[in-house]
């Protein structure tokens, strides 16, 4: 198997899956490039993202630079002499001469079929969307948003009951499957995207997180596992907010927003055209629990 040099760019949970099958894979990676530290929690202290951590656990050198535009990050990531930059949800558009600064130039593991979802939330639209078949794409990075060549595509199909979280995990494996399989040969042709089918994925907004159940059962259930396990839908039940952790559809019928049955099962709220049935929920400042946990301690 050949050996490429490697500059890995990536941030959250999903660019771990990639760095640690390149890792695995024995190419040689000479530096890791990830977001600042941001301060979370309670206590609000600095954490490190996903791949840093993973990056220090395997002995890996790892650059934070604020920005990409300053000529200091420019020359050490030019200095790498790598082979491939390969970029994962990173988090920053990368300039011209970074996107040039290796032989095989960048290339990046999306999470959707482009030119289908371009943009920074591609998992949690397709599955509000209600998409049957999802999907990776390796493309050679250009200066557009996701506008690049594609080189390599993997599909799988999209269950009606998965989450964004599910979902999320499984293109995290296809994307670390793919980039091996890259990395691995040589003769690759780049498709160039349609621009006429693109669509955007732009990031989920606190305000799109409210659940409205006067909209049709299937959009709102769909909507409900689209944001599962993050941001996370919420609903007034009660006059209290609630996050919706868990949904399945239902079959009543009855005025939109109102509450058809309550048991340990879930509560089944009315839509227009059918119903949803919530069964792990969260109330604010406090743990998620299930429908009979909920109904022990509330009346409806």
Known sequence: MKTCNIVFMGTPDFAVSALKRIYEDGHNITLVLTQPDKQRG?????????????????GLEVYQPDSLKCEEAQRIIKEQNADYIVVAA???????????????????????L???????????????????VGGVTVMQMAEGLDTGDMLLVKEIP???????????????????????????????????QDDSLATYAAKIEKSETEVDFSGDSVTVYNKIR?????????????????????A???????????????????????????????????????????????????KL
């Open 90 to 112: 990173y988090g920053k558009l990368l300039p011209p001469a970074v996107l040039s600064a290796a032989k095989g130039g960048s290339v990046n593991v999306h999470a959707s």
């Open 226 to 246: 689209g944001l599962s396990p993050y941001p996370c839908a919420f609903a007034y039940i009660n006059g209290k907010r609630y996050k919706l952790k868990e």
């Open 42 to 58: 309670r206590g609000m202290a600095f954490t490190p993202s996903p791949v840093k951590a993973f990056a220090l656990e395997k």
């Open 248 to 298: 399945s559809l239902g079959n009543g019928n009855g005025n939109c927003g109102t509450v058809l049955s309550a048991s340990p099962d879930g509560v089944e709220i009315a839509c227009d055209n059918g119903s949803v049935i919530i069964k792990v929920l969260q109330p604010e400042g406090k743990r998620a629990m299930t429908a009979a946990e909920f109904l022990a301690g509330n």
């Open 114 to 132: 482009l030119p289908k979802y371009r943009g920074a939330a591609p998992i949690n639209r397709a599955i509000m969307a209600g998409d049957k």
């Open 158 to 192: 999209i269950s009606d009951t998965m989450t964004a979280g599910e979902y999320h995990d499984k293109l995290a494996s296809l994307g670390a499957d793919a980039i091996s399989e890259f990395l691995a040969g040589d003769n690759f042709v780049p498709v160039k």
